[in-house]
């Protein structure tokens, strides 16, 4: 089955050290506050660990429709990427995506950083291979707005 790979990235005035530690652990509902047409903020997470940053670690987030998802931690490469892999989606999401590989990554960028979001998503029947390239477009935005969050979060 093949899969959806999306990727969008930003340039922010700030040392690539400073950005993963700071994003790493960055609380997903302030970073994932709004809607985007089809897409929900982020309302909760539950079951997460006092600190986000070991392989292995899961949390479930809980999305303002009352969708949910499994979020475990897969890559902590510091300063450079951490990855994960979202699974067991509920709600609006279920119907189209098996599961999720999702990576931030920071890199040097003249006197800061950019930063990458990218998600490749394993579509789940014939309904998530056909819904894909909308879901595609409304994620590109999605993601746009959350880099512009990250702004407002980060740079001080």
């Given at each position: 089955?093949?899969?959806?790979?999306?990727?969008?990235?930003?340039?922010?005035?700030?040392?690539?050290?400073?950005?993963?530690?700071?994003?790493?652990?960055?609380p997903l509902p302030d970073l994932f506050s709004r809607r985007y047409v089809a897409i929900p903020s982020i309302r909760e997470v539950r079951d997460a660990p006092p600190t986000w940053d070991a392989v292995?670690?899961?949390?479930?987030?809980?999305?303002?429709?009352?969708?949910?998802?499994?979020?475990?931690?897969?890559?902590?490469?510091?300063p450079r990427a951490f990855g994960y892999t979202i699974t067991e989606?509920?709600?609006p999401l279920a119907p189209l995506a098996l599961s999720i590989d999702?990576?931030?990554s920071v890199d040097p960028s003249g006197?800061?950083?950019?930063?990458?979001?990218?998600?490749?998503?394993?579509?789940?029947?014939r309904l998530?291979?056909?819904?894909?390239?909308?879901f595609g477009k409304l994620w590109h935005g999605y993601a746009r707005q959350a880099l512009a969050d990250l702004e407002r979060l980060v740079v001080v």
């Open positions: 089955m093949a899969v959806t790979h999306l990727s969008e990235s930003r340039a922010y005035p700030v040392a690539p050290a400073d950005m993963f530690v700071q994003l790493l652990p960055l292995g670690q899961t949390r479930r987030i809980v999305l303002a429709d009352g969708g949910t998802m499994l979020e475990t931690l897969t890559l902590v490469d510091p989606l509920t709600g999702g990576t931030w006197t800061g950083c950019r930063v990458t979001w990218s998600w490749v998503v394993h579509p789940k029947g998530g291979r056909v819904a894909m390239p909308v």
